[in-house]
């Protein structure tokens, strides 16, 4: 016995996710020796890094010992410690690939890494295999499994020894065979904070996910979010968020934002590590101080330090240090986000169209981010599988100021944009200070540039963001 690679080589094979690995084997004299799992060297090659948490040994004395077609709802990386044997492989996912069938003889070269919901099956072809199995969760006798029979018209010839002759267990001559089997479905993708506007954004641009409300997972309570069942979710996207800026500066305002965007998120990460789920999260531009970053034109990258001056930011900035020690995460972090409903440019419309004459901010600068562009950016993420981390999603563009926009909306809808008085935030916060129960202003950042290098980087470029507030613009006039 030998192998001809000197590095592990990984091969892609008719079923999405099955993947074969070559593996290096030293012999010498005393035997031989190989690396089973590498996790830095394999990742690199294309593996999932799939976090095993158990690993198991079976023992087959007889040639022909064939054991049964099991899907189980986790992944492993099984391979051949001693002797030989066939590997037999049939999606049982729902989609297009559904009892696509796959064979490959296993020796101590030869791994392969099954996804969930792929079946496999084994039979020995010499006498005395070890298989060696390595699992991303701990095997349980109430564990969910969905079976094939060997003897499928599907797998007919298929099997070096004829099954007449082989070594089967009672269960595995009884399992249904494939027009008889229900096709698995692919784990949940779960959506928080469904009814705000970038949640409905989101179920638009994911049909398949599934939305839920505070009153379906209330992250202010970490009781529930530890005792929510995300056995069969594969993602977790958390747009709920407390949000009232200048109400986290009240007793009760900042408890109640530390619970939703510190305390609750830091619970859903902890969850995330358990049940190994990628985690979606949006932060925001109020991170920053709001002096400018190291990006072009004073943008903030990724990389800069952050520095909220706000109850609101420094309750977001905690929930990003729980989100980014998950191993599989997108930060999202974006700026002034307009969506379906309440918000600023729906109220300067409004304001155009009866005649009035508000003073705006214009010392605050940034971007406008599009909620329908903001999910279509979340999407590309996930189905690109970018690298995890922190990335900043805006839409495009030349920045402006809150009063600069306005214009713009009065002047789309036929008002004169010269009824905009023009203010600085301070004299904004004294006017507005008489005529509110909270006169305590929360200070914004002067700055919400943020730099969208790392997101072009993986191909996606955003919509600028003048062309999209005359597109949104465009749809105002219609209601």
């Known amino acids: 016995m030998g192998s001809d690679v000197s590095t592990p080589q990984v091969r892609t094979t008719p079923i999405p996710g ?28 294309g593996l999932p890094d799939f976090q095993p948490v158990q690993h198991s040994v079976a023992f087959n004395e ?39 069938v796959h064979t490959a003889e296993l020796n101590p070269a030869t791994a392969v890494f099954v996804p969930r919901g792929v079946g ?14 390595l ?20 797998l007919r010839g298929r099997w070096p020894i004829p099954l007449e002759q082989a070594i089967i267990s009672d269960k595995d001559r009884d399992h249904p065979h ?65 949000t009232a800026v200048d109400a986290a500066e009240t007793p009760d305002g900042r408890r109640a934002a530390w619970a939703t965007n510190a305390t609750g998120v830091a619970a859903l990460a902890q969850a995330a590590r358990r049940h190994r789920f990628t985690l979606v999260h949006y932060s925001t531009d109020y991170v920053f101080e709001g002096a400018g970053g190291s990006g072009p034109g004073g943008a903030y990258r990724e990389t800069d330090p952050i520095g909220p001056l706000n109850v609101y930011g420094q309750s977001k900035a905690a929930g990003e240090l729980a989100v980014q020690h998950t191993p599989q995460h997108y930060l999202i972090r974006t700026s002034w986000v307009l969506g379906q409903g309440h918000n600023f440019v729906a109220t300067m419309h409004a304001l155009a169209g009866r005649g009035a004459k508000p003073a ?43 009063a600069q926009i306005a214009r713009e909306v009065f002047q789309h809808a036929g008002a004169n944009p010269d009824d905009i008085t023009p203010v ?54 219609g209601q």
């Open 18 to 45: 099955l993947l074969e690995v070559s593996l290096p084997v030293h012999q010498d004299a005393r035997g031989w020796f190989k690396e089973n799992w590498q996790r830095a060297k394999m990742v690199a090659l």
């Open 62 to 100: 007889a040639a022909g010992t064939t054991r049964g077609v099991h899907a189980e709802p986790w992944d492993k990386l099984v391979s051949v410690a001693s002797g030989r044997a066939l590997g037999l492989w049939v999606d049982l996912r729902a989609g297009p690939t559904f009892g696509a």
């Open 120 to 133: 496999n099956a084994y039979q020995t072809l010499a006498e005395g295999v070890v298989y060696s199995y």
């Open 135 to 154: 699992v991303n969760a701990h095997w349980s006798p109430d564990a969910a499994y969905t079976h094939l029979n060997l003897a499928d018209e599907h």
């Open 178 to 242: 494939l027009d008889q089997v229900q096709p698995i479905a692919p784990p949940r993708t779960l959506i928080l904070g469904a009814n705000g506007q970038l949640g409905r954004a989101l179920l638009d641009q994911l049909p398949g996910a599934h939305g839920l409300a505070r009153s379906d997972l209330d992250l202010t309570s970490p009781e529930r979010v530890a005792a929510y069942d995300f056995s069969d979710v594969a993602t977790v996207i958390n747009a709920a968020a407390f």
């Open 360 to 402: 705006v901010v214009d010392d605050q600068l940034g971007r406008l981010t599009f909620a329908p562009d903001l999910a279509r950016a979340t999407a590309h993420l996930l189905t690109t599988a970018a690298d995890w981390g922190t990335y900043h999603v805006t839409n495009s563009g030349e920045p402006a100021t809150w």
């Open 424 to 477: 600085s935030t301070a004299e904004y916060a004294a006017q507005t200070g008489k005529h509110h129960s909270n006169p305590n202003q929360a200070p914004r950042p002067s700055s919400s540039v943020l730099d969208l290098t790392k997101l072009q980087s993986t191909g996606l470029h955003m919509r600028d963001h003048r062309l999209a507030l005359r597109h949104y613009l465009h749809t105002l006039r």
